[in-house]
């Protein structure tokens, strides 16, 4: 029996619409309502300030479109920090060395993550909540329990410098957002990652290596935590061993705003970009009204909640 | 000469012994049915043929070559044109149509020259040419797998097995989440297969669908072999008889 196809049907967009309208929404209400809020300035702040959270939020749509978690991404980026400061300070080794050590270790701690996932079976929250706490341990080991002070001048221009009047942390994390955006929906290893997460039986009947995919993803976001820790220890001239505490969390909530499922099978980077920004904005401009920082955890969590529920409303709707 | 054969395989999860030293054989264009109540071993046994696990003993044949236990994997069975429809489908539901016909197989063209990326489009033609093939009724191959029918969903499977010229498909209960239409169907289907020389083996619960399309029953009760005879020769009072155990 043989009945044409009909014409295409529009193809599952990166980026909810629901998202872009609350952040437009969300900026127009600042533009009204916050003092200075509309400046070029201003928007360099928002992006600056969104970047090292943003950086940590692709390794969390990366690991959450698996139906993984990682949460210890705030830890790592501190272990990342303190190794890069202890390389390039304290032991007075050439910076690229510093840099290099501080993404290994990260790279390092997201394979045991990965192993111990993959290979030993262990649930990811058992896991990760494992690294989150032994991580911290580590950073705090590593630096002696104290922040390592003035480092060297070519890793903090990786965290103060300017190209083109746009400060360095917010090229590399757009460069990030675009390289991931491409990697998680356009080549295999992304869309494995979606497959993963979704079924994962059905992903390893079609032959997909599924232990090695998952060992990467978490190598991938230990990389990413250790990048977001180089970026955090640059623009404040120290490696602190206490950096990034929650973090993690903040991470998550971005991706999840952002229309990345929890449970795995969904999720795009330029989501996770608008739900980094959305959070961005939202606490600059209360920054800019000056409401309280107890009223801004107030208003996120808000957000958070809000942004599922009119996912699950959708959903609802659809055949 | 022969497509598949299977030698002695025993297989046991923990203290429970699923197959006993099981054996069958399979030509090219022809249809096995594998019958057996739950629990027989017949999912298991099929599972070792498609490398989701490896068995404990025996031996198993593809196309006459041994297969390589332990390195036997999904990929290596479907490498070697072995194809299995899983009862649940395997499919991943909020990926779209064609994505899960090109699971594990995707297409992927280098951009910049450099660096791999899947070939969306080149899929989607490649998908719609395919369920147009089957004759199946998919609204689009944009669809997520999860919004459409259960026979939609059963189309897309069939589809995936048969897209990369297979040597075997094994059909693990491919009728029996479909309504009446769409299970003439499928048996025309497999007739079709039999006609390209493709060997199939059919695992049903439906006897009068195992009847229609089989050349041959294979009963399996509790992991061995209780009967093993051309279709024509045997009855379905008999075969039900070797299932339960009545004889």
């Known amino acids: 029996m043989q009945t044409p196809l009909p014409t295409r049907a529009p193809q599952a967009p990166a980026i909810r619409l629901e998202s872009v309208l609350v952040l437009l929404g969300l900026s127009l209400a600042m533009a009204i309502f916050a003092p200075n809020f509309v400046s070029l300035g201003n928007f360099l702040n928002i992006l600056l300030a969104t970047s090292v959270i943003g950086v940590l939020a692709i390794a969390a749509t990366l690991v959450l479109s698996s139906a993984g978690l990682d949460l210890s991404l705030g830890s790592v980026l501190a272990v990342a920090g303190v190794v890069a400061g202890v390389l390039g300070v304290n032991l007075g080794l050439p910076w690229p060395l510093g840099i290099a050590g501080g993404l290994l270790a990260g790279m390092l701690l997201g394979a045991v993550n990965g192993l111990l996932i993959a290979r030993a079976g262990i649930p990811a929250f058992i896991v ?24 060297p001048a070519a890793l903090t221009f990786l965290g103060q410098g300017r190209l083109l009047g746009v400060p360095l942390p917010v090229w590399i994390f757009l460069a990030l957002v675009v390289i991931f955006h491409l990697i998680l929906s356009r080549t295999r290893f992304g869309r494995y990652t979606l497959v993963i997460g979704d079924n994962e039986m ?23 935590a250790g990048l977001a820790g180089l970026l955090f220890a640059a623009r404040v001239n120290a490696a602190d061993p206490t950096a990034g505490v929650g973090y993690e969390l903040s991470a998550i909530t971005a991706a999840v705003i952002g229309g990345t499922n929890l449970f795995g099978g969904r999720g795009t980077v ?9 959070m961005g904005v939202l606490q600059n401009g209360l920054n800019l009204m000056a409401v309280a920082s107890f009223y801004q955890q107030v208003a996120i969590g808000t957000v958070l909640v809000l942004a599922v529920w009119l996912d699950r409303i959708r959903d609802r709707r659809k055949p | 000469m022969t497509l598949l054969e299977v030698k002695n395989v025993t297989k046991r999860f923990g203290a429970v012994e699923v197959l006993g030293g099981v054996s069958l054989r399979l030509q090219p264009g022809e249809v096995l049915g594998l019958l057996g109540d739950n629990g027989a071993g017949k999912s298991t046994l099929m599972k070792i043929v498609s490398g989701v696990y490896p068995p404990d003993s025996g031996q198993v044949f593809f196309g006459g070559h041994p297969i390589p236990y332990p390195q036997h994997s999904p990929r290596q069975a479907r490498r070697l044109g072995i194809e299995m429809i899983y009862q649940d489908l395997a499919l991943a539901k909020q990926q779209d149509v064609a994505a899960n016909i090109f699971l594990g197989r995707e297409p992927v063209y280098r951009w910049l020259g450099w660096w791999p990326m899947v070939d969306k489009a080149r899929m989607e033609r490649e998908a719609q040419a395919a369920l147009e093939r089957l004759g199946a009724r998919i609204p689009s191959v944009r669809y997520p797998v999860g919004a459409l029918s259960g026979g939609q969903q059963q189309s897309v499977a069939i589809a995936r097995a048969l897209s990369f010229n297979p040597r075997l498909v094994i059909m693990d209960e491919p009728t029996a ?7 003439e169907h499928v048996l025309e289907l497999i007739r079709e297969l039999k006609r390209q020389g493709i060997g199939v083996i059919l695992i049903s619960h439906r006897l009068p669908d195992v009847f229609a399309v089989t050349d041959r029953i294979l009963v399996l009760r509790q992991g061995r072999v209780v009967a093993d005879q ?18």
Do not use: C, F, N
């Not at chain 1, 993803?217 to 990413?224: A, R, T």
């Open chain 1, 128 to 151: 990760t909540l494992g690294m989150l706490s032994a991580g911290r341990g580590l950073a705090l080991l590593v630096a002696d329990g104290k922040p390592v002070y003035g480092l």
């Open chain 1, 270 to 278: 330029v989501g996770t970009l608008i739900g980094a920004l959305i």
């Open chain 2, 230 to 247: 051309p279709t024509a020769q045997t009855t379905m009072q008999a075969v039900v008889g070797h299932i339960v155990g009545a004889h």
């Open chain 1, 202 to 224: 059905a992903a390893r009947v079609t032959g997909i290596d599924v232990e090695r995919h998952k060992i990467w993803l978490y190598v991938l976001s230990g990389g990413l």
């Open chain 2, 177 to 183: 989440a479909l309504a009446v239409r769409e299970v």
